[in-house]
């Protein structure tokens, strides 16, 4: 059984951090290119970063420069780092592994940024 379980969400003030996590169990990790979506309250889930196979990331243009993306393949998780953390940063943050055997979505952590 495959699953996601993302964690390190919060409430934070603007201009602080956080790290999210998302352990991986069920699936071969190293062949899964892995990502963070988010979705902010009454709007459509957007890509905030990817990670692929080899280490290669993207980000999205909102958080570049402030958010980082790495992964850890002998733990099979994913890691966050969010820096400079503004109000419009809120959202349920998504992890999603996608494999050549399919895609899979963990439940999502919520981050809330207000002073």
């Known amino acids: 059984q495959v699953q996601l379980v993302e964690s390190g969400g919060g409430l934070v003030q603007p201009g602080g951090s956080l790290r999210l996590s998302c352990a991986a169990s069920?699936?071969?990790?190293?062949?899964?290119?892995m990502h963070w979506y988010r979705q902010p309250p009454g709007q459509e889930r957007e890509l905030v970063a990817r990670i692929s196979l080899g280490g290669k990331t993207n980000y999205g243009d909102s958080v570049k420069g402030r958010f980082t993306i790495s992964r850890d393949n002998a733990k099979k998780t994913t890691y966050l780092q969010m820096n400079g953390l503004k109000p419009e940063d809120t959202a349920t943050y998504f992890c999603?592994?996608?494999?050549?055997?399919?895609?899979?979505w963990g439940r999502g952590t919520q981050v809330t940024v207000e002073s």
């Open positions: 069920g699936i071969i990790f190293s062949s899964a290119a």
């Open positions: 999603n592994a996608d494999l050549l055997t399919g895609e899979f």
